[in-house]
């Protein structure tokens, strides 16, 4: 790709909608307590935005039985968004998907 279409494709990106977050309500965190791990765990996540939805690259740095906190970067802007828990998988170096509940479930116990 030619830096021309590298700098469209970041102004694209720079322009579009913020990306949207769960509400207080959703995350309700006075029945659903929240972990929070540092360094964050290598994750993918669906980030919606108005009108679509993108899968990214992040850290899971925070998250409760329903909803994860993901660390991600959008065209260098370091982003933190609380998605449900279902949409966010661990990256691994293997083929076999994990759900982050599941990699916590054994740690708890």
Not at 29 to 52: C, D, K, L
Not at 96 to 102: I, K, T
Request: aromatic share 8%; glycine share 6%.
């Amino acid at each position: 790709m030619n830096q021309d279409a590298v700098e469209r494709l970041a102004a694209r990106y720079a322009r579009r909608a913020e990306p949207i977050s769960l509400t207080p309500e959703e995350l309700d965190f006075e029945n659903h307590p929240v972990t929070t791990s540092v360094p964050g765990v290598p994750v993918w996540a669906w980030i919606r935005f108005p009108g679509a939805a993108e899968r990214v690259k992040g850290e899971a740095c925070s998250w409760s039985s329903r909803a994860v906190q993901v660390l991600w970067e959008d065209a260098g802007i370091r982003r933190a968004t609380w998605v449900w828990a279902s949409a966010v998988t661990r990256r691994t170096n293997n083929s076999r998907r994990e759900a982050l509940g599941d990699r916590t479930a054994r740690g708890s116990g």
